[in-house]
């Protein structure tokens, strides 16, 4: 059985049954060299031994790439100084921890180090590397929060606090007591709802793309390497050395310069100081807002409520409903995954490399056959080239019976006159499609997972947008 600690973070696992289930039954792909795992182990063995007067063990940063170790050295130099004073308080290494019951097991809430004064008080601190998500406070799950609240000790003689070194800050854990036994409450339903999950019970969602099993699972069929045969591959599928996540944005990448996609898709490594502001787009927001609307008013039965009355959203959703589509489709989903998953031998180890692109919305035709609709809202007017690719072969593997699937590109944007763009795509006609996208995921698949410097690079015109530039430049 599952602890509730796979329910925590990914919203994959509570949204999907079937993974929760496959979760807890066989052991997924290890990915067992995850570049931010070892960064971060890397970063707590040096901030370890600096609480502890000792060396970083042998081998820690020596062990990467210069890519990486460069990152390690820096999140070393922004954490350092957020460490409490080395005096004569008492550390305690050992993993401590704080638990709280949900039905017959624990989530457990781990610390690296406990920093006990001389009166008892105790102050928790937990590392993390990575960066907050938009929306968010905290790196650590609401739930793991809620933990810490809810001990007897918070905040009488308990306080726990996030080291982030990714912005160089230490920030304390604070929830409403409130708000922090709803959350475990809502956890509670949450595990006694999957405790008896069915591992064929699959909800396809956007919580697809960060996914544990996801290259076990038929949302993504499986098709041989050789992608001589346009059906899905219906052995039993074993869990690989590494599991690569390629979407749609990174098969774009991959056609302009692999390290890029890579150092994306595969080493998390982080964009340019200077990046974000140069990229930043009213436009940008405007679009995904209007997209999560859609995602809600095209299953609703009153969709224009979602919209009207709201001075940007309105008019995107006039022009939907004005498009001329010659052929309409009833929507049976939104936020619906399409792709593959391919498996390789590279260098004596396994890797699958799920290739996906996220339709805003699915369903047929009047004639049965089945169609994937996505949004535009840019004023250019530009795709992916992998876009309609992508979904045209994820369509047919997951309906093998049709004999064609259709794809929907709606360009909408205010100035404009809306515009309906279907291509039908047939199964037999669809194998240069497969080839070409089979081969990104086979050069994918050859990148050496522990070296950032060992992805191709291309140097182009792309490389001013490129959120990598500066440091790319620094070590080619």
């Excluded at 170790?69 to 004569?88: C, M, N």
């Excluded at 102050?123 to 933990?147: D, H, N, Q, W």
């Excluded at 995954?337 to 035709?365: K, M, N």
């Amino acid at each position: 059985m599952s602890a509730p600690k796979d329910l925590v973070g990914r919203l994959s696992r509570r949204r999907c049954p079937g993974a929760f289930a496959n979760l807890g039954g066989r052991p997924p792909t290890t990915n067992r060299n995850a570049p931010p795992l070892r960064r971060w182990k890397a970063t707590w063995e040096a901030l370890s031994a600096a609480l502890t007067g000792g060396r970083p063990a042998a081998g820690s940063e020596d062990s990467f790439d210069p890519v990486q170790a460069a990152i390690v050295t820096t999140q070393i130099k922004r954490a350092k100084p957020l460490l409490p004073a080395l005096e004569r308080e008492e550390f305690d290494l050992d993993w401590p921890r704080l638990s709280f019951p949900i039905g017959d097991q624990e989530l457990e809430v781990f610390f690296q180090f406990v920093h006990a004064d001389s009166d008892g008080f105790l102050k928790m601190y937990r590392l993390k590397t990575a960066r907050i998500k938009e929306g968010e406070e905290f790196v650590s799950a609401p739930e793991e929060i809620a933990t810490v609240v809810s001990d007897p000790r918070f905040p009488g003689s308990l306080e726990a606090y996030e080291i982030r070194t990714a912005d160089g800050e230490m920030i304390r854990l604070e929830m409403e007591p409130t708000r922090a036994k709803e959350t475990l409450t809502q956890l509670e339903s949450d595990y006694q709802t999957m405790v008896g999950a069915d591992p064929d019970d699959i909800h396809p969602g956007s919580h697809c793309s960060m996914c544990d099993v996801a290259d076990l699972c038929r949302t993504f069929p499986a098709i041989d390497p050789s992608m001589e045969t346009v059906a899905p591959d219906r052995r039993r599928r074993l869990p690989s050395a590494y599991r690569l996540m390629l979407s749609k944005s990174r098969l774009e990448d991959m056609d302009l310069c692999q390290r890029r996609a890579a150092w994306r898709a595969w080493f998390s490594i982080p964009a340019d100081l200077d990046h974000q502001a140069r990229e930043t787009s009213p436009g940008l927001a405007v679009g995904s807002r209007f997209h999560r609307l859609m995602a809600d008013a095209l299953l609703s039965d009153d969709p224009g409520s979602y919209f009207l009355g709201d001075p940007e959203m309105e008019p995107l959703y006039l022009q939907h409903q004005n498009l001329p589509c010659a052929v309409p489709v009833r929507v049976r989903a939104t936020e619906f995954p399409l792709g593959f998953t391919v498996r390789f031998r590279v260098d004596g180890h396994s890797v699958s490399v799920v290739s996906y692109g996220l339709a805003d919305a699915v369903g047929r035709e009047p004639d049965g056959t089945p169609a994937a609709i996505d949004h535009k809202t840019g004023l250019s007017g530009g795709s992916n080239p992998h876009e309609t690719e992508i979904y045209a072969l994820g369509a047919l593997l997951r309906f093998p019976n049709s004999p064609a699937v259709a794809t929907h590109i709606h360009h909408l944007a205010a100035g404009r006159d809306p515009v309906c763009e279907r291509v039908a795509w047939e199964r037999d006609r669809i194998g240069e499609v497969a080839s070409r996208l089979g081969s990104l995921a086979g050069a994918a698949a050859r990148w050496d997972p522990l070296d950032a410097t060992s992805p191709p690079f291309r140097v182009g015109e792309w490389c001013g947008t490129c959120p990598f530039e500066q440091r790319c430049i620094s070590y080619r």
